[in-house]
């Protein structure tokens, strides 16, 4: 039993092992894309900048 969960698993490693690794495609972003990444305005920087804001209004109040 083990011998044969051995084969198996020298099968399949062999197998994995001549597979090319799949890369992810290059990103490609627009000239305008990259200035607002660059000046911090991207959606995520912008509702981070919006919640700690917030956060500190909160602390003001309290």
């Known amino acids: 039993m083990r011998r044969q ?10 197998t994995a092992a001549r597979l ?3 890369a992810s495609p ?3 972003l627009s000239f305008a894309e990259v200035v607002r990444r660059a ?3 991207a ?3 912008e509702l981070a900048a919006l919640r700690t804001t917030e956060a500190d209004a909160r602390v003001r109040q309290a």
């Open 5 to 14: 969960a051995f084969v198996l698993l020298f099968a399949l490693g062999g």
């Open 43 to 45: 959606p995520a920087v």
């Open 26 to 28: 290059p990103l490609r």
């Open 39 to 41: 000046a911090g305005t």
């Open 20 to 22: 090319p690794a799949q």
